[in-house]
């Protein structure tokens, strides 16, 4: 049983600035009735969120989930403030498409002995490049993309989505996407190191090795040459920059964007490949969907390599499980597990996720963002992710949780597809 919330505020004397400027808009806000009477029988914390919906760039779909006799899954989804005109930083959420991706093409390689578990060599070839030779949190000290997504999943690490990124090269990672229908999608840089958008479309030559060290695929280093769209995208009222207050709003134009229902397709697409068009599927065979769902879903406590186990102050068990447990780091109830991938930065906090309850036989899909920074100004490291952001998730989570238990279902779900042993 989940504990009960403590009522949260926003910040006192809050003063809401806008959360972008972005000028080319694709429609208004998208909010059902349904969702709008929702929130509004929530806690007061989401009476003054309804309020600043749009300083706060809120952006809810929740999608209700039922099963046909044969048990196929029929998806019912419910939009609040929904504006994929409405710019917010994706953050780490950039890292679920490329690590699919990344699955997808060692598939469509199709060579002798290469596979996710394959020896991953990164050179440096040009600026700012940076070479990997070995992983010290793989049990035997090999790199692998699987590895790399594991972490990827369980804490968010950006070197490792970095090394996914240079292993499929940017013009390839977006002409899949664009393939497959996400026409506005843009992961255009790696995260948490600082390149020019020129070093950006330089990716790194790399090798596949098997465990005795032959080599079984190599790629050059790899440039797209791809100019995409202009686009206007900004946040804020200010930021810092070496130290120095620039007022005016941050140019996002060349940063990484995806939408929030192209995101919630895209998990979509993972966990119910059949439920989607064949243009929307990734090419994936059924371990890579198991492997995948296993680490969306495991607990970093239930991890030895890497091994997160060994500490679990930094790895607490709902690390990364933003929708219904916040920043909460206590035991998790039995029975639920969260299929997801969040991201944070300049302010935005975005999750998309998938909640199961074994035990009590309900699912559903959540995906929500919301714009952290009620002074504008970005880079200051003055963001209220645990003042506004966190409790929000949460607060969210629970409410759409609560109201899946007491939702009649005609047909009660068979979730075995979703029942993974666990590392540990």
């Not at 060692?106 to 030779?133: C, F, M, R, W």
């Not at 790199?143 to 804490?155: D, W, Y």
């Not at 966990?271 to 769902?293: C, E, G, H, I």
Request: aromatic fraction near 12%; charge should be neutral.
């Amino acid at each position: 049983m989940l504990l009960l919330l403590n009522a949260y505020r926003l910040p006192a004397q809050a003063t809401f600035l806008p959360a972008q400027d972005t000028v080319l808009k694709k429609e208004q806000a998208h909010t059902n009735a349904f969702m709008e009477g929702l929130l509004q029988t929530g806690p007061s914390f989401f009476r003054q969120i309804l309020q600043n919906r749009k300083p706060l760039n809120v952006q809810i779909i929740y999608t209700q989930i039922d099963r046909r006799p044969d048990n196929q899954p029929i998806f019912r989804p419910f939009y609040f403030n929904v504006d994929e005109g409405a710019y917010f930083y994706p953050a780490s959420t950039v890292k679920l498409p490329v690590a699919v991706l990344a699955l997808q093409k060692l598939h469509e390689l199709s060579l002798p002995g290469v596979d996710k578990n394959s020896t991953l060599i990164t050179e440096a070839a040009y600026s700012k490049q940076s070479p990997s030779y070995n992983d010290p949190a793989a049990k035997d000290g090999r790199p692998t993309i699987a590895q790399f997504i594991k972490k990827i999943f369980m804490v968010s690490d950006n070197n490792a989505f970095n090394r996914l990124y240079e292993f499929i090269g940017q013009q390839s990672i977006n002409d899949k996407l664009h393939k497959m229908g996400y026409a506005d999608a843009e992961i255009l840089h790696r995260l948490q190191v600082s390149m020019s958008p020129d070093e950006n479309r330089h990716t790194n030559p790399i090798g596949l090795y098997n465990e005795s060290g032959s080599v079984l695929y190599t790629q050059p280093m790899l440039v797209n040459e791809t100019r995409y769209s202009v686009r206007h995208d900004s946040a804020g009222i200010g930021f810092f920059n070496n130290g120095q207050l620039v007022n005016h709003a941050m140019d996002f134009s060349g940063r990484n964007r995806l939408s929030l229902q192209d995101l919630t397709n895209m998990l979509k697409s993972v966990l119910f490949p059949r439920a989607v068009t064949a243009k929307q599927r990734f090419n994936l065979t059924d371990d890579d969907y198991r492997f995948l769902k296993q680490y969306m879903s495991e607990w970093p406590t239930e991890s030895s390599y890497p091994p997160y186990n060994a500490d679990t102050a930094a790895y607490w068990p709902a690390l990364d499980k933003f929708l219904l447990y916040g920043a909460e780091k206590g035991p998790v109830p039995p029975g639920i597990r969260i299929f997801n991938k969040i991201g944070g930065a300049y302010g935005f906090l975005t999750d998309i996720a998938y909640v199961v309850d074994f035990n009590r036989q309900i699912e559903f899909m959540l995906s929500a963002t919301i714009y952290c920074n009620t002074d504008g100004i970005l880079n200051d490291d003055r963001y209220d992710y645990e003042t506004l952001g966190m409790p929000f998730m949460k607060q969210l989570g629970k409410m759409i949780y609560e109201y899946e238990l007491n939702r009649p279902r005609a047909v009660k779900p068979d979730l075995t597809a979703f029942k993974i042993n666990y590392d540990n």
